[in-house]
Nanobody, 117 residues
């Protein structure tokens, strides 16, 4: 069974950096896009950044210029480099993979990112 295993979360001071990783336990085929979402307490889950199979990236306005999404195909791993972190970036971050074929949607278990002021 395919799993997305996230790592790299933690506690960091404002202005600091973290790099999140999302590794596929088994290589996923027919990928349409790979994304990072986040959910803060009391808020809805929101898209942070996405990367299509064609290499097109998309970022939430709140993270543009600070976050970078990338992938290492050889390692079947998705990354999110987060720089100049702000307290409002505090949330649980989830990795998501969408495919052209069933089951169409994979989610990681989430990793906590906490930014102190």
């Amino acid at each position: 069974q395919v799993q997305l295993v996230e790592s790299g979360g933690g506690l960091v001071q404002a202005g600091g950096s973290l790099r999140l990783s999302c590794a596929q336990s088994i290589r996923i085929f027919n990928i349409n896009s790979m994304s990072w979402f986040r959910q803060a307490p009391g808020k809805q889950r929101e898209l942070v950044a996405s990367l299509t199979s064609a290499g097109t990236t998309n970022y939430a306005d709140s993270v543009k210029g600070r976050f970078t999404i990338s992938r290492d195909n050889a390692k079947n791993t998705l990354y999110l480099q987060m720089n100049n972190l702000k307290p409002e970036d505090t949330a649980v971050y989830y990795c998501n993979v969408k495919t052209h074929t069933w089951p169409y949607d994979y989610w990681g278990q989430g990793t906590q990112v906490t930014v102190s002021s």
